[in-house]
Structures are given as structure tokens and as C-alpha cells.
């Protein structure tokens, strides 16, 4: 098995809901030279209104082309453990799935598009599919995401979720992290295309020019920031 990887980019992010801050999210994404791969691994810790804390450890590959083939999500809190696989069979284009809780294993497979996204609960892989997906400038562009709902239990196989994004391209925002400026691109996320008319307010989401790597996330109530960020190259 190849070790030459190097990390290109780690960082943590805070997540807060009503300026409370709930959890933290660190990350490192690094690239496989000998595999072609990129590999970000993420580590989400909170607490929830029981006083127990919730861990999720995120694995998160794709090939060079950033088109994920495998995401591996751990999750655990008291007595409670899961763990979901996502992987991605490209020669058959299938995704199988598996979700292993305190009822068992459960497995399914469906077929796929050759450009697939698959959602994650880390942050950090948010805002991946802005690398290879292209918009359209003068509208809102559809986004099928596959994902899952299983928590602790099973109670389905993934589902695909459509929203639709579109780039604020009149101009670009600039954040300063640990005392530096940069840059970011600002997309925002819809539920509903245009030509339903119906009023509401995007998901507010800046990304990065390194490896489509979020900055921050405005929605409502909700709000994630960078909280440091390092670039090793």
C-alpha cells in the first residue's frame, strides 16, 4: 500500500447555531502522488443537550479529478457507535452502501452518473463538487447529491437530494484567518429553482481557490467559520 502522501491543507472550523458555539471540526487534506488520490479526513466533536459528547471521524477519497470513490463516517456517542461506507465501483458504476448499527449490517447497491456527488457530514467536504461541476452563468444550476439519513439505525438506503446553486459572480468576499487575507467565491445554495418563484433565503456558502476547501457557512441561525487554516505547499 502507498504512504506518499502529503497533507496540502488542515484547518479547523467552528460551528455555531444562534452565535452558540456547538461543535468544532478539524481536517487534513492531503494528495497521494503514487495513487493519484486526494484523501481529507475530518474529526467532528460536539455536544448535545444530554451533556454527552458526539464524535463523527470522516473519510473522505477521490481520485484526481476530485470525483469521490469512497467515504467511510464513523460516528459514536455514549453507548451508541455506526458506521456508514459509501464506495463507488467505477467500472460498474454502482455505489454499494453499508451501514453497520446495533441492529446489524444492512447493504445496498444502485447504479450511478459517471459524475456523482456524495454528501458527507464534515464541513470540509462541502464544497467538492464546485471542482468539477459546471454553472451556469446567467441562472441556478441543479446539484444531485446522494446521501444518506441513518443515524443510529437503519432506515433506508441513500437517497438523491436536488438543490440548486448559483455563483455571485459581481464579486468576490475577502476573510482574514490568523491574520491573513484571502479570498473567496460565494455560492449560494437554494432549494428551489427560479422558475418555481418562491421567495427564500440561500444557504451562504465561501469557498476557497485551494481544492474547492469552504471557508464559511451563513444559513439562518447557522453559521461555520474557519477557525485556522494552513497551506503546506
Known sequence: MSTNSKILLEGSFLLFEKEVNYAQENFKFSFNEDLQQYHLQAEIVSRVETGEFLKILVRY??????????????????????????KIDTMEQELHYSFEGESGVHEFKRAISAKHYLSAPAFSTSAFFTMTKKFDPNGRTPIIFISSSNEWEYVGPPEEKIVYGEFELRETTKFKIQDKELVANHLCIYEHNS???????????????????????????QKIVAKTLKKNY
Open 195 to 221: 422558475t418555481e418563484h418562491i421567495e427564500e433565503e440561500p444557504m451562504n456558502l465561501y469557498i476557497s481557490k485551494y481544492h474547492g476547501i469552504p471557508y464559511e457557512l451563513i444559513h439562518g441561525d
Open 61 to 86: 477519497e477521490m481520485n484526481h479529478h476530485y470525483i469521490p470513490f469512497s467515504i467511510r463516517i464513523e460516528k459514536s456517542m455514549g453507548n451508541f457507535q455506526a458506521t456508514e461506507n459509501f
